[in-house]
């Protein structure tokens, strides 16, 4: 890995206490690339935010992502230089030096809507993210609490949220994606006879062409159920390529085949995504159309839609995702707790948060940056169990994790 370009902004004035905050742009080499419909990435892109309330530091990270949110790098960047990011850390500071106990921390921020502070009329979720992570890591931090405490200090006060958590976090069996990068045969071949038995759920990174992409589907399944891995269940992400009329032809070539298909047309087409459903009976999945509690009720209520997959990057931190979630469960819809690719740092232990603590999960995405990177970006380093497919619980105080040696290297301010 031997670049990495952007660097560090402009942390505004302290005024006089002890506190900072700086924020960061980076870019990492991937070892291999990663495409699908929308996107080929051989890049890792985040903004990082790295803020200190006296010897406590917190770091937290966003992905924007123009197709997703409408955010580019730049323009993050600059929503999380202006002041609203240095007034939420004295906010925070002032609690935490009036003796507030540990729960008027998350309690305080998930009142706030962050992406619309530092945005404005245009929202800035990945923004949000990278800020209102960095606040969690530091709070949690300084009261030696991990980052999932968080979680249930906020949930109670989201209002019918009955069986949204899990009784206790536990390692979550993660998908295996197969992206256009991917070698034909490649998949299934890596498996051995102990991870394809333990094997929950297979995703497919369509293509813009639906007939090729049930081809690939079909054939696919059937390399796995050949490897002994028949049981997975099975889903199609789109990633918002087609048009309608490719979508419902997608949807009946992906009958028997698929278990749900993600995201198959432009964001926020409800009609179309209703008359997929309607049509075909596949089941569809909202990524790219909801980011907000808005998104999520209105699909609902328009029929439009089976589950969502929640994302902490796109729904502006670990606090909108369950806010989304909690919609989700009030409106009947299902839950996969997904990840951007190439996440640095705080974004997978936010992602593994939620997937941990959230009960009744159809699938949970963690990426493959042990693939992606080496040497690893954090300490201790991203780990998954690929034997079992399991992600485990996040151990430690807030994240649990710090930039590494190599992170560092980049040229990144974390602190
Ligand atoms: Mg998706």
């Known amino acids: 890995m031997a670049e990495t370009v952007f660097v560090e902004s402009t942390p505004p004035t302290s005024r006089g206490r002890d506190l900072d905050l700086v924020v960061s742009a980076v870019r990492i080499p991937m070892r291999r690339s990663f495409s699908h419909a929308a996107h080929a990435r051989d890049n890792a892109e985040s903004v990082l935010v790295r803020c200190r309330i006296g010897d406590v530091t917190g770091w937290g990270e966003g992905a924007p992502r123009p197709y997703v949110t409408g955010e580019t790098m730049a323009g993050a960047r600059q929503a999380l230089t202006g002041e609203s990011s240095l007034f939420l850390l004295e906010q925070l500071a002032g609690l935490w030096a009036s003796g507030a106990a540990f729960k008027a921390g998350p309690q305080a921020l998930a009142a706030l809507d962050i992406p619309r502070m530092l945005g404005g009329l245009q929202r800035a979720p990945a923004a949000a993210a990278a800020l209102e992570t960095a606040l969690l890591d530091v709070w949690c931090r300084l009261f030696d609490r991990p980052l999932r405490d968080v979680v249930r200090a906020v ?69 796995l159920a050949d490897a002994g891995a028949g049981q997975a269940t099975f889903s199609v992400d789109a990633n918002a390529a087609w048009t309608g009329e490719q979508s419902l032809l997608a949807a009946d070539l992906l009958g028997g085949v698929a278990d749900w298909l993600e995201e198959p047309t432009a964001p926020r087409r409800w009609e179309q995504l209703r008359r997929i459903r309607e049509r075909t009976g596949m089941p569809v999945m909202l990524d790219e159309s909801a980011v907000d509690v808005g998104d999520v009720e209105t699909a609902a209520g328009l029929g439009a839609a089976d589950s969502v997959n929640l994302r902490v990057s796109k729904c502006g931190g670990l606090l909108p995702a369950l806010k989304v979630a909690a919609a989700a469960r009030r409106c009947g819809l299902r839950l996969q707790v997904g990840v951007q690719v190439a996440e640095v740092g705080p974004l997978w232990v936010a992602g593994r948060v939620l997937a941990t603590e959230l009960a009744d999960l159809l699938a949970v995405e963690a990426g493959r940056q042990d693939e992606w990177f080496d040497p690893p970006l954090t300490e201790p380093p991203y780990r998954i169990d690929r034997t079992r497919h399991l992600a485990p619980v996040p151990e430690g105080a807030g994240l649990g994790v710090e930039p590494s040696p190599t992170l560092r290297a980049h040229g990144v301010d974390t602190g």
Do not use: I, Y
């Open 155 to 223: 949930v109670p006060s989201l209002g019918h949220t009955h069986g949204l958590l899990a009784e206790e976090p536990r390692p979550q069996p993660v998908t295996l994606v197969a992206d256009l990068a991917k070698a034909r045969g490649s998949v299934a071949a890596a498996l051995t006879p102990a991870s394809a038995a333990a094997l929950r759920h297979v995703k497919l990174k369509a293509s813009a062409e639906p007939t090729d992409t049930a081809r690939r589907a079909r054939e696919l399944r059937a390399e």
